[in-house]
């Protein structure tokens, strides 16, 4: 991150109101890399019964021995973004309905956080697997003011970054569901700052934008668009434009399959050099007619 962008980051962590409450501690080992795949057929249908032979993980070119392999459904920490900006008026109804529906996806073992933002990003929930007390969460959210999108997507990095697994057992996916429907107004932090830190994660994100069709022909969203579309490209996740708030409960039930049915991989890479450079990640499914999608890749150890 660059100079300005640390004094960006710096100034946003002061803008986010965060409850006090003790976080879980748990810690990783750094050699593995850790991929959460996804696989589909040409059908769009996600396969979950291939083997680790089927599976194949190029670093740089380069292939790798995977040490690691789960296809059962691991635990995940999961941060939720709503877009509370004074737009959402009048959809907050059916946002807050289709967050609920999502929420109650998650597990006992899994952790879930709540993110509001509008000019200012708010941590209404810290990492609980108290569904109800996620569900009152995503209740008590109200519409107003301009909106901080990119903000809230940092914030929900650090918060991710602070959870920690100290067995294999307690190892979880992490990812970001992030739901707007306008223009990023009131953020500190830039485009290029927050997808460097991204790339740095093991977060997938996923993007949702909603657009009205008047709406699209209104106003120009290459920009805006074209930053949620590589923040979920570049991590492993997707990104969604629905054009009515009623198709949002269907938008996040996709995001819910996909979660359920990804593989955990791990490798330990065979660069052994220490520099800190990016390195690009492929990985292949060996059945005809899949295609398996992770994070574009990662930077080495220093």
């Known amino acids: 991150m660059t100079a300005a962008g640390r004094a960006l980051a710096a100034a946003v962590a002061l803008a986010a109101t965060v409850p006090a409450q003790q976080l879980p501690s748990f810690r990783a080992g750094v050699d593995v890399v850790s991929l959460s795949v996804t696989v589909t057929d040409a059908s769009g249908r996600y396969v979950t019964d291939l083997t680790p032979d089927q599976l194949s993980i190029l670093e740089d070119g380069v292939k790798q021995d995977i040490t690691y392999f789960n296809r059962a459904n691991v635990p995940i920490a999961l941060s939720l973004l709503l877009d509370t900006s004074a737009s959402m008026e009048d959809k907050m109804a059916i946002a807050r309905k289709a967050a609920v529906g999502f929420a109650r996806r998650l597990r006992p073992q899994d952790l879930g956080q709540l993110i509001g933002f509008a000019e200012r990003v708010e941590v209404i929930q810290t990492f609980t697997s108290d569904q109800d007390a996620l ?36 190892i979880r996916r992490q990812a970001i569901v992030v739901f707007t429907d306008g223009d990023d107004t009131a953020s500190l932090i830039g485009v290029d700052d927050l997808l460097d830190l991204a790339r740095r994660s093991e977060t997938a994100i996923y993007t949702i934008a909603l657009r009205s069709p008047s709406e699209i022909e209104a106003r120009a969203w290459a920009e805006t668009d074209f930053s949620l579309r590589q923040l979920a490209q570049q991590t492993g996740g997707r990104s969604f434009f629905p054009t009515r708030i009623e198709d949002l409960a269907g938008v996040y039930e996709r995001i819910a399959d996909e979660l359920a049915t990804q593989y955990v991989v791990g490798f330990v890479s065979k660069n052994s050099r220490r520099d800190g450079a990016w390195r690009k990640l492929v990985v292949r499914a060996d059945r005809e007619g899949t295609a398996a999608r992770t994070r574009l890749g990662y930077y080495g150890p220093k």
Request: proline residues 0%; positive net charge.
């Open 135 to 170: 569900e009152r969460a995503i209740h008590k959210t109200t519409a107003n003011g301009s909106t901080a999108l990119r903000n809230a997507v940092y914030i929900a990095l650090k918060e991710l970054k602070k959870i920690r697994a100290t067995t294999a057992q307690e």
